[in-house]
């Protein structure tokens, strides 16, 4: 089974910086992508930003030059770099992963996790 762990959520004034963390931990063989949502209540769930393996990245317009996503794939793990944010940013942010896990390399499946949640909040 594969857990993922958010951390470096928190409260900041408006125009700051934060960077949140994701490290994915199981029989893990390989993430296709890995990435960042958020939910506001009452929202749906929408799209931040998300990275594949190979490095290609997806972005949001709504966070697009302000925020960075990068990967640390030997480590499993997913970074979100948010600098300039906005009252608007605040939300719970979660952590997806999509890979491939199991006990054995030839009895590996498809895996989809999430995270449990970090609330990141920007005050005006």
């Known amino acids: 089974q594969v857990q993922l762990v958010e951390s470096g959520g928190g409260l900041v004034q408006a125009g700051g910086s934060l960077t949140l963390s994701c490290v994915a931990s199981g029989s893990i063989f390989s993430i296709y992508d890995m990435g960042w949502y958020r939910q506001g209540p009452g929202n749906k769930r929408e799209a931040v930003a998300s990275m594949l393996q190979s490095n290609t990245s997806y972005y949001a317009n709504s966070v697009k030059g302000r925020f960075t996503i990068s990967r640390h794939n030997a480590k499993n793990t997913v970074y979100l770099q948010m600098n300039s944010l906005k009252p608007e940013d605040t939300d719970v942010y979660y952590c997806?992963?999509?890979?491939?896990?199991?006990?054995?390399?030839?009895?590996?499946?498809?895996?989809?996790?999430w995270g449990q949640g970090t609330q990141v909040t920007v005050s005006s």
């Open positions: 997806k992963a999509v890979g491939e896990s199991g006990v054995s390399y030839y009895r590996r499946r498809r895996f989809e996790a």
